[in-house]
């Protein structure tokens, strides 16, 4: 006797809930799922009263998940995830050569594009489509099987393959700092310093890099914000200020002199970057191609770091 229809919660109102669950809010799943927030409100008490407990406790309009909330969270997430997997390897088997890579725009531009082509010669049968976001990977909705992101971001119920290392210094146009000119660090504050602010911080700004050497920073009214790593970069690039660069999206740009490290100073990070697959992927070849590749390329920059 089938008796999944009578111990499964509805089955509709599992995709609002761990979208909320997810998220910690209900309009923010209303928003991902493009429905209501008095419908996704309806749906989990609805689950709530099917399971007879609480899974949320509502607070002057919050939510936070209770520990029972929290486990038939992580418990749906990975099914979900599974089936999502399991559906989209069955529409694209026609193409069961691809691999989806998931990086951050910044890497993306700055980092893979300009080596892709070497695992394509070692590769040719497999292909590879990159898709780029500036979320984070728990935020990330759409099927990839590998992804790319900066250690410490939310990553979900994701699988870490490994991690590698990096290093962040300060870098600026020659037109801006000479290469022949080397700033101490007590003078970067005189200068127009270029910030990337994100909510939440996801990587190493000017005032965690300085309390390294001990400095601090005043603020000066001269220093530029901006909410996109990648257009601070260029930033730095047409000689606007000086950056936070890290090594492996600001290597090409200092070897093809379109950037200069004007301070010899550096932070080592030894595990700066992290690579995963997506939580229930398949085990195929392709993809497990495509992550030696990576920790090659990855582990043998960090030879230079630190």
Not at 23 to 41: C, G, N, P, W, Y
Not at 47 to 75: I, M, P, S
Not at 146 to 164: D, E, I, K, N
């Amino acid at each position: 006797m089938n008796t999944l229809g009578k111990s499964l919660p509805p089955l509709a109102s599992l995709l609002p809930f761990e979208a909320a669950a997810r998220l910690e809010s209900f309009s923010k799943a209303a928003d991902e799922l493009h429905i209501t927030q008095a419908a996704v409100s309806r749906q989990i008490r609805g689950l709530e009263d099917n399971l007879g407990l609480k899974l949320f406790c509502r607070r002057n309009r919050a939510v936070f998940l209770t520990q029972e909330g929290r486990e038939l969270g992580r418990v749906v997430s990975a099914a979900l995830q599974s089936v999502s997997a399991s559906a989209v390897y069955l529409r694209e088997s026609p193409g069961k050569n691809r691999v989806v890579l998931l990086c951050q725009l910044c890497e993306a531009f700055y980092w893979l594009m300009p080596r892709l082509s070497t695992f394509h010669q070692l590769h040719p049968h497999i292909e590879i489509q990159v898709a780029t976001s500036t979320r984070p990977l728990a935020e990330f909705n759409d099927h990839f099987d590998v992804a790319l992101q900066t250690t410490g971001r939310p990553s979900g119920p994701h699988v870490l393959a490994f991690t590698a290392a990096d290093e962040v210094f300060p870098v600026c146009s020659p037109d801006y700092v000479s290469a022949r000119q080397s700033l101490k660090l007590s003078e970067l504050d005189l200068h127009r310093l270029l910030h990337h602010r994100a909510t939440p911080p996801n990587f190493m700004e000017w005032d965690d890099w300085l309390q390294v050497f001990g400095q601090t920073l005043t603020g000066g009214p001269q220093n530029r914000f901006f909410d996109s790593y990648p257009l601070m970069l260029q930033a730095a690039v047409q000689g606007h200020g000086i950056a936070m660069g890290w090594r492996r999206t600001t290597a090409k740009l200092i070897e093809n002199g379109a950037l200069v490290r004007p301070c010899a100073e550096s932070v080592p990070l030894p595990d700066a970057i992290s690579v995963f697959r997506q939580q229930g992927g398949k085990d195929r070849l392709e993809v497990r191609a495509l992550i030696d590749w990576l920790e090659q390329q990855l582990r043998g920059e960090s030879d230079f770091c630190g």
